[in-house]
């Protein structure tokens, strides 16, 4: 493979009911800061994520903006990060990354 096969990015911001708020605070602050496609906020684990949770859907071209962003402005929130290359489950168990702590996936979801 090849960086070329990344078509795009997600961070999927990981939270539960005690967190919500910081959350949502977060989702504010993204979608105030960044051109980027926000996803549904799930307040239960949906697909392989195990966490309540939303996705932040980002261009290539926003890797290196968005990600050191993220760091600095998660606080206590665990971000999962992970290329789109059209194969699911390596781009899910074998390409991420992790801001904060690193939780099992339910990869049975994506097989």
Do not use: C
Not at 34 to 41: K, P, V
Not at 96 to 102: D, I, R, T, V
């Amino acid at each position: 493979m090849d960086t070329t096969d990344i078509k795009d990015w997600h961070a999927h911001i990981y939270f539960d009911p005690a967190s919500r708020e910081e959350a949502w605070a977060l989702r504010e602050r993204i979608e105030k800061s960044f051109d980027i496609d926000m996803g549904r906020f799930h307040e239960k684990p949906v697909g392989p994520h195990p966490r309540f949770s939303y996705q932040v859907r980002f261009r290539n071209d926003l890797f290196a903006t968005l990600i050191p962003w993220l760091a600095l402005h998660r606080g206590d929130l665990t971000v999962f990060v992970h290329p789109n290359t059209g194969q699911d489950l390596e781009d899910h168990r074998d390409r991420a990354l992790w801001l904060g702590q690193q939780v099992a996936l339910n990869l049975d979801a994506l097989t």
